[in-house]
């Protein structure tokens, strides 16, 4: 099975070791991955902002990079709930179409096409699950608290089978982080207090770690963090489910 | 051209070019469960009472327990006459103001949320159920549907100048999210099921 | 308050957040009535399916609204119900105030409608010399403080009880510093129930209109629309036009899923339904359009028309929860106001479908399944293509697509000077970076992963092992 390695633009220039993770991660389960070098962003911060029009250039180049793979995954379930709904190409909307049906969140990719949801690592830890918004309502990773169905979900299900870890029930299980891309900055007030709270709510846990599948929310809360001087430390669930050492 | 001939001209055009569907309404409703059991819990839960009675004597009884008989109840059910006034019903509705309780009929009720249906026919006066410092209501334990879908069902053509569903009291949280029984309609409300 | 200059939601937010004491409490109350409406809703087997049903109906309902309008006009005159159409809120207002005119009444009870808001009706009236009274215990409230409501179904929700006291104290005579509120409920109680008693005109808004039978539903808790109208000799009912549906039947579907929605209740104390006047007494219906009839050919935006006004939008959303309904700056706030308000007056609103994370949770807990974070994702393509966003958001914008389009320079970009980081986050705001006011810069690592991945992966040591 020959994958595409999508690693999100931010993740590439400053959380290599979640790039490194993945990478391994599908190796050790088996895969063929490759890392197009031509790769730059999906074009997510522009649209979101009101600026899809702009994204024609992104499309076209994420097109060129991931055509001709089995599968495309990547560690951000934001990216990938990008491409999934909003890649286009005038010239070439089939093949756009195709990549769109192609691209998985890791998480998913390993539950839902690999057919594992039993990875061996170690993380003996106590952990905090923060689970992106576009992972989980837009992917649909989790069941969102929101609905009237029955629960699950694809990382904490991956997760309980780490050994040593211990992941808490947050009381809030889904509020959003406050991220939200420019959000984070046009917003910064808002954005800063969603942050507070979230990390709130995994300190009355008594969390080690917060985890989640998206490095953006993590990189805000991590940034909240540091200021805070907290001993919270985040981590991205690839990294533990890549614990355990070759 | 008129306002609503410009609105409706300009809705013509905007609106979408084929009329979708309505759905099913059948498929709702079905959830079962312990009807009368069920109006209960759901009346309480929301600042209701309820007594169960096997006729007017019995209300009667418990309403000369319950309440200031000197204070003025009204009542549009003949078999009260005992203990409410009948008479006020081509009243000016503002000389209700000082009603302590009203009692009427309801035509029934429903279990999923306590709700009863009361109408012109059984009001005397519309103003009659919100005016009164309390409220009691007499329902027949035969006739609790369901849920909301039974409800119209059972209302279908029914011809009215006004109806109304009343469940439990007059209430706010406007402060602070505080429940406070009694805002503007009756401050409580008891509801005789009735054998 | 529409002449003032309107303060945009991310200053008036970060204003807000000056006190965080305040803004946990305000968070907390409204994540409190989340949860109630979530047990409520939960409770029901065929919750999904109701909104699923209901969803449906206003589809059908905005699919053939010409039709349904016509038959209710009919249905509404032949009960003896006397039918205005108002092109915009001028005219809503003008129709108002002639029905005043008329039986010349210069003081009027109103119930809640945020149609009233958003035309602001209290403004004209009284500028006219007409005394309105708010009966809503919260409408009332914010009315005797001069201020708009923030949340239209929990109008005083920004609101403690210290302050609702102070207000009452100042107003109404009541003991200064007594903030229980039962006791300040009681008071409101004697008061308007002393309005209600004097009024000959009440006005209520209007839940559902139902096509079918030309009668019109109104839901409140405190009975204070029924009071209002019982009393009085005319009656005056103001509704958008996309109140209505279709069946008397449909109403069962709505109504299990309203006030559940809204506060978790399993249904409102009343939902009176009105198809006729009392002998001798004037019901008047106003059907406003105010720029309904754009946004339903607005295919994008269009189903925003189905909202019930639940308000749970508001209550589930982080964003409203932390900056307060006033921060909006329009009679409806929070998420389905963010895409409602730029319908009225894009220039002025350009702000609000920006104000959200498009978390999508107001998606979620919709009862008739408006796809709010789709819509507020979708004005801001709008927002932008008609110039609403400033000059130098676009030139950052520009510049990074061209960076970020062209493998080349993104690499060079990057390798020299973090490209990414300089400008995904702080895009709007290079000179003073928001992102560090409260939050540290992640660490720059050594290498990238894509350096990493040239010297590391199965790929290149294959490479190497073939060279």
């Keep these: 099975m020959k994958i595409g390695l999508f690693i999100p633009c931010y993740v590439d220039q400053f959380y290599p070791k979640v790039g490194i993770a993945t990478y391994e991660l599908l190796e050790k389960l088996g895969c063929e991955v490759h890392f197009p070098m031509g790769q730059t962003c999906c074009g997510q911060p522009m649209a979101n902002s009101g600026y899809e029009h702009l994204t024609k250039g992104c499309d076209a180049n994420f097109i060129s990079n991931f055509a001709g793979f089995d599968y495309i995954v990547c560690p951000s379930g934001s990216c990938v709930l990008h491409v999934k709904e909003h890649l286009h190409d005038d010239k070439q909307q089939e093949l756009a179409n195709e990549l769109r049906k192609k691209v998985f969140e890791l998480t998913e990719f390993i539950t839902d096409v690999l057919k594992i949801d039993h990875i061996e690592g170690n993380f003996p830890y106590r952990v905090g699950m923060h689970q992106s918004c576009h992972g989980q309502r837009g992917l649909k990773l989790s069941q969102m608290t929101e609905l009237n169905a029955p629960a699950f979900s694809k990382p904490e299900r991956l997760l309980s089978h780490i050994k040593g870890i211990d992941l808490v029930s947050l009381n809030r299980k889904d509020e959003c982080c406050g991220f939200g891309g420019t959000f984070c900055v046009t917003e910064e007030a808002v954005s800063v207090k969603m942050g507070q709270d979230r990390i709130r709510d995994h300190q009355n846990h008594q969390v080690d770690y917060i985890t989640g599948g998206d490095m953006s929310c993590l990189m805000h809360l991590e940034g909240i963090l540091k200021r805070q001087k907290s001993t919270i430390k985040t981590i991205h669930i690839a990294e533990i489910l890549n614990s355990l050492e070759n | ?195 | 308050m529409s002449s003032e200059k309107t303060i945009t939601h991310s200053e008036a937010a970060t204003r807000f957040n000056q006190d965080t004491e305040r803004v946990n409490w305000h968070d907390e109350t409204l994540w409190f009535v989340r949860e109630k409406r979530d047990k409520s809703a939960h409770q029901i087997q065929d919750w999904e399916l109701l909104r699923e049903t209901a969803s449906k109906i206003k589809n059908n309902v905005l699919s053939n609204i010409h039709d349904y309008l016509v038959e209710f006009e009919a249905n509404a005159q032949q009960n003896g119900i006397i039918v205005h159409w108002a092109a915009d809120a001028k005219e809503h207002n003008e129709i108002v105030h002639a029905i005043m005119v008329k039986h010349e009444v210069k003081q009027i009870v109103k119930s809640k409608s945020m149609l009233t808001e958003e035309c602001h009706l209290n403004e004209y009236l009284s500028q006219r010399g007409i005394d309105v009274i708010d009966s809503d215990l919260g409408e009332r409230i914010v009315q005797l403080r001069k201020e708009p409501p923030s949340h239209i179904v929990l109008p005083a929700i920004h609101l403690k009880k210290e302050d609702v006291s102070e207000t009452f104290h100042k107003h109404l005579g009541t003991e200064k510093g007594n903030n229980d509120p039962q006791y300040l409920t009681e008071a409101a109680r004697l008061h308007l129930r002393d309005t209600f008693l004097t009024r000959r005109a009440a006005l209520t808004g209007v839940n559902f209109a139902i096509a079918e039978t030309g009668e019109f539903v109104v839901c409140t808790n405190e009975g204070n629309a029924d009071m209002g109208a019982h009393l009085a000799d005319v009656h005056i009912a103001c509704m958008g036009f996309e109140k209505l549906i279709p069946q008397r039947k449909h109403l069962g579907v709505f109504l299990r899923l309203l006030a559940r929605s809204a506060t978790g209740q399993p249904i409102t104390t009343f939902s009176s339904h009105f198809k006729k006047p009392r002998d001798g007494k004037e019901i008047h219906i106003v059907i406003v359009d105010n720029g309904r009839s754009t946004q339903l050919g607005r295919e994008d935006f269009r189903n925003s028309l189905k909202c019930i006004r639940c308000g749970a939008c508001m209550n589930t959303c982080p964003v409203y929860r932390r900056s307060g309904g006033h921060s909006y700056h329009n009679a409806v706030a929070g998420p389905i106001g963010a895409i409602l308000a730029p319908n009225l007056d894009m220039s002025k609103n350009a702000d609000l479908p920006f104000a959200s994370t498009l978390c999508g949770s107001c998606t979620n807990v919709c009862p008739v399944k408006i796809d709010i974070h789709d819509q507020l994702y979708k004005w801001r393509q709008v927002l932008v293509k008609e110039g609403h966003t400033p000059a130098t958001k676009t030139i950052a914008m520009k510049t990074m697509a061209t960076v970020l389009a062209n493998p080349v320079i993104f690499n060079m970009a990057g390798k020299s000077g973090r490209f990414v980081m300089k400008n995904v986050p702080a895009l709007v705001n290079n000179k003073m970076n928001k992102w560090y006011d409260q939050r540290e810069m992640p660490d720059v690592p050594e290498e990238s992963f894509r350096e990493w991945y040239k010297k590391n992966s199965r790929e290149s040591k294959t490479d190497k092992d073939e060279q």
């Excluded at chain 2, 306590?114 to 035969?142: C, E, M, N």
């Excluded at chain 2, 011809?159 to 805002?183: M, N, R």
């Design chain 2, 1 to 195: 051209m008129s306002s609503k001939e410009q609105i409706l001209q300009k809705i013509k055009q905007n609106q979408p070019g084929e009329v979708t569907e309505l759905p099913d309404l059948n498929v709702l409703g079905s959830e079962s469960f312990d009807v009368l059991k069920t109006y209960k819990k759901v009346l309480k839960s929301i600042g209701g009472d309820f007594a169960e009675v096997a006729d007017y004597t019995q209300i009667i009884d418990f309403l000369k327990n319950s309440y200031a008989l000197e204070k003025r109840i009204i009542t549009t059910i003949p078999e009260l006459s005992e203990i409410a006034r009948l008479d006020w019903q081509n009243d000016d509705p503002h000389s209700l103001e000082d009603v302590e309780l009203t009692i009427v009929k309801a035509h029934f009720g429903v279990a999923e949320n306590s709700a009863l249906w009361v109408t012109d026919a059984l009001l005397g006066q519309r103003v009659a159920p919100f005016i009164a410092q309390y409220l009691a209501i007499i329902v027949s334990k035969k006739d609790i549907v369901a849920t909301m879908h039974h409800a119209y069902d059972r209302i279908g053509n029914q011809e009215y100048g006004f109806g109304t569903f009343i469940a439990g009291p007059s209430k706010t949280a406007d402060i602070e999210q505080s429940l406070v029984l009694g805002a503007h309609g009756a401050r409580g409300l008891i509801v005789f099921l009735m054998d």
